[in-house]
């Protein structure tokens, strides 16, 4: 799981790192964003808001040394 370590080492939380990925979209996607922008963010919004989302289902720090949870998680 080395993408878990990078990715919080490098973001805070699950809400910033989908914060980042969609300015990301909004600059690289340029035109698919001003036809379908409401519909990003209107998705973003449920997965925050949604507790069973897999944001707000598991923690931010997960570990990465290929425990049980990991199992657990990537099963899933």
């Known amino acids: 799981m080395p993408a878990v370590t990078r990715l919080q080492q490098s973001f805070d939380c699950w809400l910033d790192l989908q914060s980042d990925f969609l300015i990301g979209c909004e600059y690289w996607l340029l035109q698919e964003t001003q ?19 897999p944001w707000n289902a598991n923690p931010w ?16």
Do not use: C
């Open 35 to 53: 036809l379908k922008g409401a519909r990003f963010h209107a998705i973003y919004d449920r997965f925050v808001q949604d507790p069973g989302s």
């Open 61 to 76: 720090e997960l570990e990465s040394s290929g425990g049980a949870r990991e199992q657990k998680i990537a099963a899933s």
